[in-house]
């Protein structure tokens, strides 16, 4: 029986809100995406609000919305690709829940981001190196929060699910 929350992290592109959906409905816990929680309270999307506010504006709501998931009833949260930049995200997520980071090549995270418009910090002229750039910024504090490390590379979503639910069950650890 799960009686904390679970975080997903890791890079846009590793599944986290995919995986996310699978893996509550196999724990049979409640399921949130804080980018989506964050969209339906501003009443924008994550790029609008990246235009507008910037990054550190769209991170301050992020953090906010982090804050109140928190405080919630045990579920899966797949988490924005940057939750771990600000250390009292880092903290909160140790504190309240097991974490659980989602990697993936770079090659995969590209392909599975190509076809999205909603990734602001994508619209840039080489995409491949801010992937790449994003992972070599992000990849040791993605670990330093991990309480579990799944690759999704060489797996469906639902056998990336599967393996993390495994491993929350059956290790007396977590």
Do not use: H
Not at 92 to 121: D, F
Not at 127 to 147: K, Q
């Amino acid at each position: 029986m799960i009686n904390r929350s679970i975080f997903l992290v890791g890079p846009m592109g590793a599944g986290k809100s995919t995986i996310g959906r699978l893996l509550a409905t196999q724990l049979e816990l409640p399921f949130a995406d804080s980018d989506k929680v964050l969209e339906e309270r501003t009443g924008a999307d994550i790029p609008w609000i990246f235009d507008v506010e910037g990054e550190a504006g769209f991170r301050r709501r992020e953090s906010e919305v982090l804050r109140d998931l928190c405080r919630g009833a045990p579920q899966v949260v797949a988490t924005g690709g940057g939750i771990v930049l600000l250390p009292e995200n880092r903290e909160q997520l140790r504190q309240y829940g097991l974490v659980v980071y989602l990697q993936a090549s770079v090659e995969q995270l590209l392909e599975r981001t190509s076809k999205s418009s909603n990734r602001p910090l994508l619209r840039v002229a080489d995409p491949r190196a801010r992937i790449i750039e994003l992972v070599r910024e992000r990849d040791p504090l993605y670990r330093e929060v991990a309480d579990i490390i799944c690759d999704t590379d060489d797996c469906t979503p639902k056998q990336a699910a599967s393996m993390v639910a495994e491993r929350l069950t059956q290790d007396p650890v977590l």
